[in-house]
């Protein structure tokens, strides 16, 4: 049976409704805003003449945009990042978090405060820098791959959920029925903790998706160079010239130009991201409260 509502809480539901569309609309708007201002005109978008719907509809910043042959390989590369260090996170991760999770492992105290000391002292940019040089990394594949290669704090996550969300006595189960430690994580473990697997997926392909630091300190080829290092010089080091063909157009019009530009790079920086999280967001919300949270 409901209980019935006093006049309060009415009261107080009203206004948790309004505040939760006061931060709806402070969060959705912008990026409505990038949306509508990259196919508007750039002369309605700079004179402040566009809100919630395009003026001039035009795609000429994307046009642009992918004018620069290097778009396409920047492309190329970040996609090919995500994925090959998406892959080397998600299996580092779990092959550290699933032993320390486990009661019958001897040390796991010991080696999970080594870990945790890692979060908070480190070697700073110049011996960092210094080491990737000893090792031959510079310049190389490997760079954006595997200095990132595991987190500490993904680490405690995925090992919290081993420890709160699959029932030991399941564990004991398998293993008296003859599997392996390595048979016990492939056949059981795993295909439990999808949530968190999920969860996982996306913090790490997110993280690579929009890495630029490494490749900026590393990599000297350009055709190494990620879609967020190529963004970075089209909005911020004014490599916008060969789009815009500056001294052929008048001033006003190269301003219009990087302005229209500068809104469509955003939208094709972050469409994949957005694409990817509807199917993981079903998993988000369970994996990332069980892992975070112990029981």
């Given amino acids: 049976m409901l209980m019935r509502q006093t006049a309060g809480d009415r009261l107080f539901g009203v206004i948790n409704g309004i505040l939760l569309l006061l931060v709806l609309a402070a969060v959705l708007y912008p990026l409505l805003f990038v949306v509508v201002a990259s196919i508007s005109r750039p002369e309605a978008v700079i004179n402040g003449e566009v809100w919630l719907w395009p003026k001039g509809i035009t795609l000429q910043g994307y046009a642009k945009v992918f004018q620069n042959k290097d778009i396409v390989t920047g492309y190329l590369n970040t996609i090919l990042y995500t994925v090959a260090g998406t892959a080397l996170n998600l299996a580092m991760t779990v092959m550290a978090a699933y032993p320390l999770s486990r009661k019958d492992f001897r040390g796991r105290n010991i080696i999970m405060a080594m870990f945790v000391i890692t979060m908070f002292f480190g070697g700073g940019l110049i011996p960092t820098y210094l080491l990737i040089k000893k090792l031959g990394m510079l310049n190389t594949f490997a760079v954006m791959i595997i200095p990132g290669a595991v987190s500490v704090m993904n680490i405690i996550i995925m090992r919290t959920f081993f420890q709160t969300s699959i029932p030991i006595e399941v564990q004991e189960a398998a293993q008296i029925d ?118």
């Fill in 178 to 295: 003859g599997c392996s430690n390595m048979q016990l994580l492939v056949r059981i473990v795993l295909p439990l903790s999808v949530p968190i697997l999920a969860v996982m997926v996306l913090f790490y392909s997110v993280g690579h998706w929009n890495a630029y630091f490494n490749a900026l300190i590393f990599l000297s080829d350009r055709e190494k160079y990620p879609l967020q290092l190529i963004l970075r010089e089209i909005l911020i080091l004014s490599q916008m010239q060969d789009m815009v063909k500056m001294g052929e157009e008048t001033f006003t019009r190269q301003l219009m130009n990087a302005e229209s530009i500068k809104y469509a790079v955003i939208i094709i920086a972050n469409l994949p991201v957005l694409m990817l999280y509807p199917f993981l967001q079903k998993y988000f919300v369970k994996g990332i409260m069980i892992g975070a949270i112990k029981g």
